[in-house]
């Protein structure tokens, strides 16, 4: 086989084909006394793990139905402490592998070395708890977070994060999980210090007129932080919420009859902001037939097909205004970025870029099927490098936002 043919071929497997990440998986332990320490400076992750099986050699947690603080009994149970390196609010979010599996969680403040047989007799409380339903059917993420007044939750129907929790330098706690239903999956745990935000801004149309739009602030998970609508008169707006330090957020603007707008917003600028961002303008265009709009956070992995992080937003957005225009049609189009590829004597490799490209394009498509729209109102095109944002990029930043992905309006 001649070799540039052997080449391409392996080229082109790698934009076409699902990439394989592999991973190993953090171990969990089901007793107290072998509870494993979670990292936790500005941050702390742990996970994803293997499966908690069972409840190790002894069952710490066991109470009666219906209690607030405790489990009824542990089933499949993972045991965590961490230390608190300085004063703030302590948020927590449990992701489960699997979201049919319900963790429910019980956090301790941790006394002294008799603190796990301590626990076997009850002697001590914990200081937060949520054994409500989280698995079968929703995203089965847990924690703690500011949003929540409540500090505990009984098992049954229940909301799936309490109250966050004021911390102390020195401290330590323990943390177990337990998941209710067998032969289940892993879980990840991500701790964070959190920070009220204040964002404020105004909304105006394409016309330069304030319009009343949807304002809402998503975590890179996509879950909402929190939400509000801009004046119809003004057009401004006042957004609160809390946020986890070191973490990026997005903005999302939406109108029914406008394209929607996504704003990054970095974890250093509310750092440097002191987590309050004014005066933010953000202007909606009009949905037009044949107009074409830049979704400036769908951008990509180099050389991939495999959307960014900071996409997702974006991606959610998009479809969300397709359900509110169910006569909307659209062709989304791919680019790329001509560093991605090697010289353009090397015919072989131009035909690569073109197909990383249109996969691109493919790879929103796929999602928007995935989330119920329908595909013939939807059509797709690779671009190559052709249209760069810029043609000679001069840094990361501005090479990124050539591998993107524009809507066009085909019929609205």
Same mark, same amino acid.
């Given at each position: ?44 992750? $742990?996970?994803?793990? =293997?499966?908690?099986? +069972?409840?190790?050699?002894?069952? @710490?947690? #066991?109470?009666? *139905? ?126 964070? $210090?959190?920070?009220? =935000?204040?964002?404020? +801004?105004?909304?105006?149309?394409? @016309?330069? #007129?304030?319009? *009343? ?200």
């Amino acid at each position: 086989m001649d070799i540039k043919l052997f080449l391409l071929i392996i080229a082109l497997s790698a934009i076409m084909a699902p990439t394989i990440w592999a991973q190993s998986l953090s171990p969990v332990a089901c007793d107290c006394n072998k509870a494993i320490k979670i990292p936790f400076g500005q941050n702390g992750s $742990y996970g994803p793990t =293997v499966p908690p099986n +069972g409840y190790g050699k002894v069952p @710490e947690i #066991k109470s009666s *139905k219906n209690d607030i603080y405790f489990f009824e009994r542990e089933h499949n149970s993972a045991w965590y402490f961490f230390d608190i390196k300085h004063d703030g609010v302590l948020a927590m979010t449990i992701t489960p592998v699997n979201p049919n599996d319900d963790y429910d969680f019980l956090l301790f403040k941790y006394t002294d070395s008799c603190f796990c047989n301590d626990l076997i007799k009850k002697k001590i409380m914990p200081v937060r708890t949520n054994i409500s339903r989280t698995g079968k059917g929703g995203p089965g993420i847990t924690g703690l977070n500011n949003q929540e007044k409540n500090s505990f939750f009984s098992a049954g129907i229940g909301k799936p994060f309490s109250k966050s929790i004021d911390v102390k330098n020195g401290e330590e706690y323990y943390l177990v999980l337990d998941n209710v239903y067998p032969n289940g999956n892993g879980h990840t745990i991500e701790l964070g $210090y959190e920070k009220k =935000v204040q964002i404020t +801004g105004i909304v105006l149309n394409g @016309e330069n #007129k304030p319009v *009343k739009a949807e304002v809402s602030m998503e975590d890179y998970r996509g879950s909402e932080v929190t939400k509000t609508v801009s004046d119809s008169i003004t057009g401004k707006y006042i957004l609160n919420g809390s946020v986890i330090v070191n973490k990026n957020y997005s903005v999302v603007y939406f109108e029914d009859s406008s394209f929607v707008q996504i704003r990054e917003i970095k974890s250093e600028d509310l750092i440097k902001d002191n987590y309050t961002i004014g005066n933010l303008k953000t202007v909606l265009p009009r949905l037009r037939k044949g107009k074409k709009y830049p979704l400036g956070t769908i951008n990509f992995f180099p050389g991939s097909s495999r959307p960014l992080p900071t996409a997702y937003p974006s991606m959610r957005a998009l479809c969300k205004l397709m359900k509110k225009n169910p006569e909307m049609v659209i062709q989304i189009q791919g680019h790329v970025n001509g560093t991605e590829h090697s010289p353009e004597s090397d015919s072989s490799y131009q035909f690569i870029i073109q197909k990383l490209s249109e996969q691109r394009a493919k790879t929103i498509f796929d999602y928007l099927i995935e989330k119920g729209i329908d595909r013939q109102r939807m059509s797709t095109i690779g671009f190559g490098e052709k249209f760069m944002l810029f043609p000679d990029p001069k840094n990361n930043e501005e090479a990124m936002q050539n591998m993107r992905v524009e809507i066009e309006v085909i019929n609205y």
